[in-house]
């Protein structure tokens, strides 16, 4: 499993959601660093950078994937980009 990171706007919003919003999200970020093929269906590559989305309902995760996973933004699909 590969480190995970946070960035200060991603914690911030973590904290502001509900709880089961925020450990649902957690959950789905960690089952991507355990096991990046499990997670194919909702991550795709960000056009123009090298940061992939994640899928979380109407939640997006912006993350860059290397030897640590750093999680940059987390919003809801609507404003994330």
Do not use: H
């Amino acid at each position: 499993m590969k480190e995970i990171t946070f960035q200060s706007a991603a914690s911030k919003a973590l904290r502001k959601m509900p709880a089961n919003t925020a450990k649902r999200i957690i959950g789905k970020i960690k089952a991507y660093a355990a096991d990046p093929a499990s997670q194919a269906n909702n991550v795709k590559a960000m056009k123009g950078t090298d940061a992939i989305r994640l899928r979380v309902g109407d939640w997006r995760v912006i993350m860059m994937d290397g030897d640590v996973i750093d999680v940059i933004k987390i919003a809801s699909r609507g404003s994330v980009y």
